[in-house]
């Protein structure tokens, strides 16, 4: 899978403890204004992302696991913005950290 990791370490508020990079299993952790947390996990070798929306009382609102997943975008640093895409190109998640829909997907 393509991803920068870097650019995710400024994009996100936290890389999280289960983190484990010798595996390229990558955990973070950011708080939305209104008060929602997202966690966002992925491998780079098993190709896959989990993200998980939940308020600050640990309740998950959503949860949503995206396989065959080819490449990790931002696409707008500012307004915190970022698209996962499939292998196939049939799908895309769009994942927003600030404002609007948390979460958007399309095929």
């Not at 650019?7 to 204004?33: A, C, H, N, S, V």
Request: glycine share 4%; charged share 25%; proline share 3%.
């Amino acid at each position: 899978m393509k991803v920068n990791i870097t650019e995710l370490l400024l994009f996100f508020d936290e890389l999280m403890p289960t983190t484990d990079e010798e595996q390229g299993i990558y955990w973070f952790k950011t708080l939305r204004p209104d008060g929602l947390v997202i966690t966002f996990a992925f491998s780079i070798h098993e190709k896959y992302v989990d993200i998980i929306v939940h308020n600050t009382f640990k309740v998950d609102i959503i949860g949503l696991s995206l396989v065959d997943c080819s490449e990790i975008r931002i696409l707008d640093e500012n307004k915190k913005c970022l698209e996962v895409l499939h292998e196939n190109k049939s799908g895309r998640c769009f994942l927003s950290l600030f404002s609007g829909p948390i979460l958007e997907y399309n095929e």
